[in-house]
C-alpha cells in the first residue's frame, strides 16, 4: 500500500497541547509555511502565542478536540494525555491525525507498552501486571522494585521506588505494573522519526542527568559518553522500538544502561521530547521539524549533528508560584555558544518548565560546565504585587 499523498504548505496543521513542545514545533511549522492552530485549556498558552489561531479546551473533550481536527489538513499532538477514543471516532470518519489515536491508546498505557516490547523482543527490565498494590504483591514479585500506575503519569509522576516493606506508605493506589528495580550507570535517550513511507531517522543517542528533588531531567549531554558499541546498539533498540510501534512522527526512547552494562528500555514518548530540545541548534534537521516531516509525509531530513551540546532545564524555583519573572537571562546570553529558550509560560511553579538552554561547543566537557554555570546564575521567580499603601 502506498504512502499518502504528503501535505504541503500553506496546509492548516493542528496540534494539540500548547505547551513549550508545541511551540517550537509551531515555530518550525510556520518556518515552512504552514498554518497552525493550537487547542490548550490556558488562554495564549506557549504554542498558542505562535500560532494562527489557539482553541481554548481541554484535552479530553471530544468536542473541543473535534473542533481543531476538523479545521485542520493534519493533527498531531504535543502531549500523551489526551482522549484518544475521540481521535480514533475523527479518523475513522476520515480526518488524518498522526501519531494514530490507536498507537496513543498503547502509549498511555505502560502495561501494554510493555507487552508489545517483549512480544517484539525487546531488553527490558522484568515487570509483572499488578492490579491490586500491597504488601502481598510486592512481597510475591520481591523487593527492590519499581511501582508504575499504567495510566497518567509522566515527569517522574506515577511512579513509586518501593526498596522494602517500610516503603509502603508510598506505593501508588491504582492498577499499576511493578518493575525490577535496575542499578543504573546512566540514563540514556534516542529520538527516532519514522516517516510515513517506513523512512527511519535516528539522532545521535544522549545522556540524561535527572534533579532527584524534582524528578525531571536537569542536564542533557550530545553525544552520550559511552562506548561506539553501546551508542550503535542503544541505535538499534530504538529503531526497533519504534518500528513494533508502527506509525509516524517523532518518538523520544527512553534507555537505561546498568551498571552490568545491559541496555534496557525504560518508557516512549510518540511525540518530540525534552531529551530532544538540544536538536533545535545542534543538528541539521530539528526533531520538531523532523515531526512536521514524518507527520505530513513529507520527505525526513538529516540528523547531523553539528557540535557537542548540553542542555540545561530551567525550572520555576521552589517555593515560587504566580506570574514569572526571570534574573540572570543577561548573563546567560553573555556565555559564548548558548542558546536560551524561555517559553512564555505566564506563571511559575516550584520545578515547572520554564525554559531551556543550549551549549554547543567543539568540547562536551566545556559545554557541560557552561550550561551547568547558566543553570545557576537563572533564577525564576514569582512576581511579588506591588502594595497600594
Known amino acids: 500500500m502506498s504512502a499518502p499523498a504528503p501535505i504541503l504548505p500553506p496546509a492548516r496543521i493542528g496540534i494539540i497541547g500548547g505547551g513549550q513542545l508545541g511551540r517550537m514545533t509551531a515555530q518550525k511549522a510556520k518556518r515552512l509555511g504552514f498554518q497552525v492552530v493550537v487547542l490548550d485549556p490556558y488562554p495564549q498558552a506557549p504554542a498558542g502565542q505562535l500560532a494562527d489561531h489557539q482553541i481554548v479546551g ?92 499504567r495510566k497518567g503519569g509522566y515527569d517522574g509522576r506515577g511512579v513509586a521506588i518501593i526498596k522494602s516493606p517500610e516503603d509502603l506508605p508510598n506505593l501508588l493506589p491504582v492498577p499499576s505494573l511493578l518493575e525490577r528495580k535496575v542499578d ?60 513494533a510501534l508502527g506509525g509516524a512522527g517523532v518518538f523520544g526512547v527512553e534507555l537505561f544502561l546498568s551498571t552490568d552494562g545491559e541496555l534496557l528500555v525504560n518508557e516512549v514518548a510518540p511525540r518530540p521530547h525534552n531529551s530532544g530540545h538540544f536538536t533545535y541548534e545542534a543538528t541539521m534537521t530539528s526533531q520538531f521539524e523532523q515531526h512536521l516531516r514524518a507527520v505530513a509525509g513529507l520527505p525526513l531530513g538529516s540528523t547531523h549533528q553539528y557540535l557537542p551540546a548540553a542542555m540545561v532545564n530551567l525550572l520555576g524555583a521552589p517555593g515560587e508560584s504566580g506570574p514569572a519573572a526571570y534574573e540572570g537571562v543577561d548573563e546567560a546570553l553573555a556565555v559564548p555558544g548558548a542558546l536560551v529558550h ?29 550550561a551547568i554555570e547558566i543553570r545557576d546564575k537563572i533564577r525564576i521567580y514569582a512576581q511579588k504585587e506591588e502594595s497600594g499603601e
Not at 531517522?201 to 553501546?230: I, Q, S
Open 58 to 149: 481541554s484535552f479530553t473533550d471530544p468536542e473541543r478536540i473535534r473542533e481543531l481536527v476538523e479545521q485542520c489538513a493534519l493533527a498531531t499532538y504535543d502531549i500523551e494525555h489526551i482522549d484518544a477514543e475521540a481521535l480514533q471516532q475523527l479518523e475513522s470518519e476520515g480526518h488524518a491525525i498522526r501519531p494514530s489515536g490507536k498507537l496513543l491508546a498503547l502509549v498511555q498505557d505502560k502495561l501494554r507498552q510493555r507487552d508489545l516490547y517483549a512480544k517484539a523482543g525487546l531488553p527490558q527490565p522484568e515487570y509483572v501486571q499488578c492490579d491490586e498494590p500491597g504488601a502481598e504483591a510486592f512481597e510475591k514479585f520481591g523487593y527492590p522494585l519499581v511501582q508504575k500506575s
Open 184 to 243: 543504573i550507570e546512566k540514563e540514556l535517550a534516542v529520538v527516532v522519526a519514522r516517516g510515513l513511507d517506513g523512512s527511519i531517522a535516528a539522532y545521535p543517542l544522549v545522556e540524561m542527568e535527572v534533579d532527584p528533588e524534582a524528578n525531571l531531567l536537569d542536564l542533557l549531554l550530545a553525544p552520550a559518553r559511552v562506548h561506539p558499541d553501546v551508542a550503535k546498539r542503544a541505535e538499534e533498540i530504538a529503531i526497533a522500538v519504534v518500528e
Open 342 to 370: 524561555i517559553y512564555g509560560k505566564a506563571e511559575t511553579r516550584p520545578f515547572r518548565k520554564m525554559g531551556h538552554v543550549t551549549v554547543m561547543n567543539e568540547d562536551l566537557q566545556a559545554a557541560r560546565a557552561a
